[in-house]
């Protein structure tokens, strides 16, 4: 019976993941966000009575000798990075030779300290609901410490150093952050950030607060706004919206402007417009690229 560790699950994100819940007692977070899962609860910024590392280094041993997985998940009931040992006990799962990620709200990203120990991470996933100060204190509710601006502004900085991959994740929450000018302000920031990948995403699962997720096909119209990025958005079967009848020009100039995922091919394709990616495929006009455990194509520009 393990305390800290749960799974193996597998995710849609980031492949088989097993985790690590620096927090398994209570919820310790400095957002209290709209959509969480987790009971509403006052934001902290100060993380008491944490947990030895050793405690947690010992059963993480213990279950990569048990578990098969593609990725080692930090993360937390509320905010990983205010766990005070983080830094060392990084330095301790760096030895096990595993893929690690960690999950972060981003609040603390602004932090120099914190950047240092994010760098150590393979992957290191971010989030960012909306760069507009009202719509991110509606949704998230932060801490009354926590500037977006400092969020982003450490967003930018820590892709200047971070050789890792870099992902950010959006997730929408219907009549609050789901128009297209809250998009194309996110665009703007994105592409000073230069994430290597970003996550669209919408509640799938009861939240704290009562607010609504909107569909899968607004994700993909969301999704148009942002420019020159790989996107992911998740889904779990076929859905109505689709990208048809593209001739094989106009398929190449989308697919410099935005690289599909394994998923989009797939999911929102038409018959005509995937046999033409077909084409492509064979005349080795696209490449694959894999980003967090998530295929991409794009054309060779």
Not at 35 to 46: F, G, N, R, S, T
């Amino acid at each position: 019976m393990y305390k800290y560790i749960f799974g193996p699950v597998a995710s849609r994100r980031f492949g088989m993941s097993l985790g690590i819940d620096l927090s398994p007692d209570k919820k310790r977070c400095n957002f209290d966000c709209i959509y969480c899962e987790l009971e509403p609860a006052k934001p902290i910024d100060v993380y008491e009575n944490a947990p030895r590392i050793d405690e947690i280094f010992e059963e993480v041993k213990k279950a990569i000798n048990e578990f098969d997985f593609d990725v080692l998940t930090v993360t937390s009931n509320g905010e990983p990075t205010l766990y005070p040992y983080l830094d060392e006990l990084m330095d301790k799962l760096k030895t096990l030779n595993k893929k690690l990620l960690i999950l972060s709200n981003s609040s603390t990203i602004y932090k120099k300290d914190i950047q240092e120990t994010l760098k150590k991470f393979d992957i290191v996933k971010l989030s960012l609901d909306s760069v507009d100060e009202k719509t991110f204190k509606k949704i998230d509710r932060p801490s009354k410490t926590i500037s977006l601006q400092n969020i982003i502004n450490g967003m930018i900085e820590f892709r200047k150093v971070y050789k890792g991959e870099l992902v950010i994740e959006i997730l929408v929450v219907k009549g609050i952050n789901d128009k297209e000018d809250e998009f194309k302000k996110l665009n703007e920031v994105l592409t000073s950030i230069n994430p290597d990948r970003v996550d669209i995403s919408t509640i799938d699962r009861p939240p704290a607060y009562k607010v609504e997720g909107v569909s899968i096909e607004r994700l993909f119209e969301l999704a148009e706004n942002i420019k020159n990025q790989n996107i992911f958005i998740p889904t779990r079967e076929k859905i109505d919206y689709k990208i048809e009848n593209l001739t094989k020009e106009e398929l190449l100039n989308t697919l410099k402007k935005r690289p599909f995922s394994d998923s989009d091919v797939q999911n929102i394709l038409d018959e005509h417009t995937e046999r033409i990616f077909n084409d492509l495929m064979k005349e080795n006009l696209l490449e694959e690229v894999w980003v967090g455990g998530i295929k991409f194509y794009k054309a060779y520009v």
